[in-house]
C-alpha cells in the first residue's frame, strides 16, 4: 500500500472514531413533529394548592391532569431572602422506566408533598416552588421546569408570582435546564434533584442537538475574546510551510488540547453543579484571582510574541522534552488556551446546547461539552486535513517576524481589559496587586531569557525565586475581602439595578421591562452593549414604550441573576429578555441581538 493511501485510511478511521465517540456519550433522542394545541397549560396541567397545616408545616398537594406525570425527583422548595430553608418530604411515587434516563419515580393523579419549615420561616417568608412534568400520551412532550413563588405572610399562603419557558413545550435542547437548582432541599434525607431526567425524551435528535453545539463551537472562533488565540493560530498555520503531514499533526495537536480543555470544564461544572454549587458558562471569570492569572498568560504570550522570551512556537529551549521538533505541545497547549480565553464568550446556538449540557446526565452532557470543542478547532483541523486549503497558506519568510510582532499587541490589550475586569470586580487595591505581579512577571521572564545560556545551575534558581514573588500578588488578591457593594452602572446608562423586586413591581405596574443580563468579563455583552443598548435608538424605544430597563451584574457571584438565568433556561450571559404587560414568561432574544429586533420585541411584534 502506498503511503498516500495509508494516510487516506488513517483520516477516515479518525473519521470514524470521531462519530463512534459521539454515539456513545450520547443518549439517542426520538425525534417528532410536536402538535402543541392538545397539551394543557403547565398551571391546569399541574395545578398547585398550597396550605399551612400547622406552624411548621407546609402542604402541597397537586392535581395532576390524565396522561400527565410529574417527577418525584424534580421537586424542589427553597426559601428565599436568606431564610433557614425547609425540608422537604417526598412521598413514594410509581415506578417509570424511562428510556433514555433509566428507572426513575413520578406522580399520577394527586401528588402531596409536605414541606417542614422553621417557625421563623412559617411567620413571613417566601418560598421557591420547581417542578417538572411530562404528557405522556401523543404527543410524547416534557414541559420546561415551572418556577411558583409562595409567600407566607401572617399564616397565610399566596402565590406571589409564577414562570415558565412560555407554559408551552420544552424541546430536548431545553427542556428542564432551570429545574436544576442548587440544593434543591432533602427529599427523604437522601433523595436530591440530579437524580430525576433533565431533558424531554422527544422533540429533538441527538443530531440537531450535537449540530447546534458544533454551530456554537466554530461561531465562538469569530467571538472577540478568543481573537489572541486565534492571532497565534494564523501565525502558527502559516509557519507549518507546505508538508501535509505536518500540518494534519498540528491540526490534531491543537484539536486535542480544544477537545481536552472542554472536557474537563465540562467535568468540573458538572461536578460543582453535583455539589449544590449555582454555576453557569464563564463561572472562573467570576473569581479575581483567575481573571488575574489570565493577565498573567496574556502578559506572558505577549512578550514571548515580542521577542522578550522564546517560548512561543517551542516552550522553550529548555523544554524540548515537551514540545516536539515539531512543535506539537506547543499547538497542543494552544488549543487548551483557547478553550480558557473563549469562557466568557457565548455564540449563536451556544445557548441551546449548552442548556441541555447542564441539564443532561454526565455521559451525554460531556458529550455536548465535546462537541462545542470539535467546533471551535474544526477550522483549523479543515485546514489541516484538507492539502488544498493548507497549501493556500502564506509561505514562511521574513515576513513572519513582522507579523509575529504585530500580533503581540492584541495580547496586550486583552491583559489591560482583564486588569480592568479585576478593577471592577475587586477595586484598585487588586488593580495594584496585579500591576506589581506583571511587572515582576516580566521581570522574571527578562532575567530568565537573559541567564539562559549561563553554564551553570543559576538561571534555574533565579527563575524560579523571580516566579514565586510574581505568585505572591496572585495570593494577596485571593486574600482580599469582598467588596461591598456592586460596580455601579455607568453614568449615561439609562438602566437601573435589576432584583426580583424591582422586577416584579413594574410587571405589577404594568409596565414593559427589558432585562439586560450582563458581567464585566464578557466581552459578548460589551459589544452588544456598544453596538446597541449604549446608543440614542434604543434608548428612544424604551421611551416610546414608557419601558423599564433592569441590568443584572453578574461580574461577581449573584444567587439572584443566576435563579434568574435558569429559570430562562440560560447557563451564562448574556441574556436579555423582554416583558411585556401580561406576559408571564418573558420573551428570550438572541445573544446577538439587534435593534430590529430589541425594537420588536418592546413594541410586542412577533420575532
Keep these: 500500500m502506498s503511503a498516500a493511501a495509508i494516510a487516506r485510511a488513517m483520516r477516515v478511521r479518525w473519521l470514524v472514531a470521531v462519530v463512534l465517540l459521539a454515539g456513545t456519550v450520547v443518549p439517542s433522542l426520538r425525534a417528532q413533529d410536536i402538535d402543541q394545541s392538545s397539551l394543557l397549560p403547565v398551571e391546569q396541567a399541574f395545578a398547585l394548592d398550597a396550605r399551612l397545616q400547622s406552624s411548621s ?23 428565599l431572602d436568606d431564610a433557614p ?36 420561616v412559617a411567620q413571613a417568608t417566601r418560598l421557591r416552588v420547581v417542578v417538572q412534568g411530562c404528557h405522556e400520551a401523543e404527543p410524547l412532550v416534557c414541559y420546561p421546569p415551572h418556577v411558583t413563588v409562595l409567600r407566607i405572610d401572617g399564616g397565610v399562603v399566596q402565590v406571589e408570582g409564577a414562570a415558565d419557558a412560555d407554559a408551552t413545550v420544552a424541546t430536548a435542547a431545553t427542556a428542564a435546564t432551570a429545574a436544576d437548582v442548587a440544593d434543591a432541599g432533602v427529599a427523604d434525607a437522601t433523595q436530591t434533584a440530579s437524580a430525576g431526567p433533565a431533558v424531554a425524551t422527544s422533540g429533538s435528535t441527538v443530531a440537531v442537538l450535537l449540530l447546534s453545539a458544533v454551530l456554537g463551537g466554530l461561531l465562538l472562533n ?66 479575581p484571582v483567575v481573571v488575574a492569572f489570565l493577565a498573567y498568560v496574556m502578559l506572558a504570550l505577549g512578550l514571548s510574541l515580542s521577542g522578550v522570551v522564546l517560548f512561543a512556537t517551542r516552550l522553550g529551549g529548555a523544554g524540548h522534552a515537551l514540545a516536539s521538533r515539531d512543535g506539537l505541545a506547543g499547538d497542543f497547549f494552544t488549543g487548551v488556551l483557547a478553550v480558557v480565553v473563549a469562557s466568557p464568550c457565548t455564540a449563536p446556538f451556544m445557548g ?22 470539535l467546533g471551535l478547532a474544526l477550522p483549523f483541523l479543515v485546514v489541516g486535513f484538507v492539502p488544498a486549503l493548507a497549501s493556500r497558506l502564506p509561505r514562511p519568510g521574513a515576513w513572519m517576524e513582522t507579523l509575529k510582532q504585530a500580533l503581540a499587541f ?36 527578562w532575567a530568565s531569557e ?11 534558581l533565579v527563575a524560579l525565586a523571580l516566579a514565586l514573588v510574581a505568585a505572591w500578588p496572585l495570593w494577596r488578591i485571593h486574600q482580599l475581602p469582598e467588596p461591598g457593594a456592586p460596580p455601579q452602572q455607568h453614568a449615561s446608562d439609562a438602566s437601573r439595578p435589576y432584583s426580583p423586586e424591582a422586577l416584579q413591581l413594574a410587571r405589577a405596574q404594568g409596565r ?25 435608538p434604543f434608548q428612544a424605544a424604551l421611551e416610546r414604550n414608557d419601558a423599564l430597563y433592569l441590568k443584572g451584574d453578574w461580574t461577581r457571584m449573584d444567587p439572584a441573576i443566576t435563579g434568574f438565568l435558569r429559570e430562562h433556561g440560560a447557563v451564562g450571559v448574556p441574556l436579555y429578555v423582554v416583558f411585556r404587560p401580561g406576559d408571564r414568561a418573558g420573551q428570550v432574544l438572541s445573544t446577538v441581538p439587534t435593534q430590529a429586533q430589541v425594537e420588536a420585541a418592546l413594541q410586542g411584534d412577533a420575532s
Excluded at 541567564?451 to 534555574?460: C, D, E, I, K, S
Design 57 to 79: 408545616l407546609l402542604r402541597l398537594h397537586w392535581r395532576v391532569a390524565d396522561d400527565y406525570y410529574l417527577y418525584r425527583e424534580r421537586i424542589q422548595v427553597r426559601a
Design 85 to 120: 430553608q425547609p425540608r422537604l418530604r417526598l412521598p413514594p411515587g410509581v415506578a417509570k422506566d424511562d428510556p433514555d434516563f433509566g428507572p426513575v419515580e413520578v406522580y399520577r393523579g394527586d401528588a402531596s408533598v409536605e414541606v417542614a419549615l422553621v417557625d421563623a
Design 222 to 287: 469569530l467571538m472577540p475574546c478568543v481573537l489572541p488565540v486565534l492571532s497565534l493560530k494564523v501565525l502558527s498555520l502559516a509557519g507549518s510551510g507546505g508538508s501535509p503531514r505536518h500540518a494534519r499533526q498540528r491540526a490534531l495537536a491543537y484539536t486535542g488540547g480544544v477537545l481536552l480543555a472542554f472536557a474537563a470544564l465540562g467535568t468540573i461544572v458538572l461536578a460543582l453543579r453535583g455539589a449544590g454549587l449555582a454555576v453557569g458558562w464563564g463561572f472562573q471569570l467570576q473569581q
Design 352 to 373: 441551546v446546547a449548552l442548556a441541555a449540557a447542564f441539564a443532561l446526565p454526565a455521559p451525554a452532557a460531556l458529550g455536548v461539552f465535546l462537541a462545542l470543542g
Design 410 to 445: 492584541p495580547l496586550y490589550a486583552t491583559a489591560a481589559w482583564l486588569a480592568w475586569v479585576l478593577a471592577r470586580q475587586h477595586g484598585s487595591d487588586a488593580l495594584a496587586w496585579l500591576l506589581g505581579g506583571l511587572l515582576l512577571l516580566a521581570l522574571a521572564l
Design 450 to 460: 537573559r541567564l539562559r545560556h549561563a553554564g551553570n545551575g543559576l538561571p534555574r
Design 512 to 536: 414593559t421591562v427589558f432585562v439586560n443580563m450582563t458581567a464585566d468579563w464578557c466581552v459578548t455583552c460589551k459589544a452588544n452593549e456598544r453596538r446597541v443598548f449604549d446608543r440614542a
